[in-house]
């Protein structure tokens, strides 16, 4: 028999982990947020319908530099592409979520997709509970630290210079931990390579997209290699 009660108190115990990360990070996006002259609502609006922590603090520059539609588009695909392929991987298990289904492929983040593809369930716990509260969970987390950082930065005057490097910091650690689990470095190597050269060429303002579309390419020219496993 299924507990709703256990599953919910699973997933939350699962998220505790990503909820220290996301408040972290959140605060570090509402601050530059405030900084740059965007308040509470921007931040907390932006959390609640983009809700993509990368993505969240390009979008900063963005605002700030006035950016283009086509730019932000651009941007936002090449930033977020990964995020396809957990659609596709996750179209089995959430094939039979009903109405709740939209909104759990908007919640797919890397760490929601991380617990909920490698979570093994019990005879008394409900997948479907625990899909919908891991989501749930992860959002608010992120939410609530896109507010406290307004409200810090609006309330406390210090220098944010240095706060935007939170994100580089956390992908530079991911990347450090894939390439001494991983056995092929094919991807990581590709993926540094094909940026020192763009930016080289276009500019520490231009490089984004350039590189983005390059390592693609690569990635796809020299798939055989790319062997993620």
């Not at 993509?52 to 390009?58: C, D, K």
């Not at 706060?163 to 991983?182: K, P, R």
């Amino acid at each position: 028999m299924k507990d709703s009660k256990k599953t919910i108190r699973e997933a939350f115990l699962d998220t505790v982990p990503v909820m220290a990360g996301y408040i972290v990070l959140g605060i570090g996006f509402g601050v530059i947020m405030e900084a740059k002259g965007y308040g509470l609502i921007w931040s907390a609006a932006m959390g609640i319908f983009i809700y993509a922590g990368s993505m969240q603090y390009v979008a900063v520059d963005l605002l700030s530099a006035g950016a283009s539609v086509l730019t932000a588009a651009l941007t936002t695909l090449m930033v977020n592409a990964r995020h396809l392929f957990y659609g596709i991987s996750m179209v089995e298990k959430y094939k039979t979520m009903g109405k709740i289904k939209p909104y759990l492929i908007f919640a797919l983040t890397d760490e929601t997709y991380s617990l909920v593809v490698g979570k093994e369930f019990g005879d008394d716990l409900d997948p479907k509970t625990y899909y919908t509260f891991v989501s749930l969970f992860d959002h608010l987390y992120w939410v609530t630290g896109c507010v406290l950082g307004s409200v810090i930065g609006s309330l406390i005057g210090f220098s944010t210079e240095g706060i935007d490097f939170a994100l580089t910091a956390l992908f530079i650690t991911v990347m450090t931990e894939q390439w001494l689990s991983a056995k092929n470095h094919f991807p990581a190597i590709a993926g540094v390579l094909s940026t020192l050269l763009c930016l080289v060429i276009f500019g520490s303002e231009s490089f984004l997209i350039p590189s983005m579309i390059l390592i693609t390419l690569v990635l796809t020219i020299g798939k055989k290699e790319a062997d993620y496993e």
